[in-house]
């Protein structure tokens, strides 16, 4: 499966931001989906993660409260709204694929990812 992710950008703290991802290739509702990202400097961390019915999310501590993923089926797209956007949030936003029981947050679970999409939060 293809992915595309976009979205990013340059945005003030405190601010809001919706990433999308665009799947094509494969059946979109086989894959649960989810997002990483990665800062200068640092590893590739979990964000969240969809399974591939949208009954099923989980996220990461840093963004849980602030950030909603959700797909659409139809579209084949899996969002990321993100609020409240911090400085720590600055990052390579990267959505990613894989088939599995249960949702997973690893990177090295993950067969398939999109070429990232920046954001940059300004003080």
């Known amino acids: 499966v293809q992915l595309q992710a976009s979205g990013g950008g340059l945005v003030q703290a405190g601010g809001s931001l919706r990433l999308s991802c665009v799947a094509s290739g ?5 894959y649960d989906m989810g997002w990483f990202r990665q800062a200068p400097g640092k590893e590739r961390e979990f964000v969240a993660v ?3 019915r949208g009954s099923t999310t989980y996220y990461a501590d840093s963004v849980k409260g602030r950030s909603t993923i959700s797909r659409d089926n139809a579209k084949n797209t899996v969002l990321l709204q993100m609020n409240s956007l911090k400085l720590e949030d600055t990052a390579v936003y990267f959505c ?7 949702v997973r947050t690893s990177t090295w679970e993950y067969d398939y990812w999109g070429q990232g999409t920046l954001v940059t939060v300004s003080s």
């Open 50 to 52: 969809i399974n591939r």
């Open 26 to 30: 494969r059946t979109f509702s086989n």
């Open 96 to 102: 990613a694929a894989r088939q599995g029981l249960v």
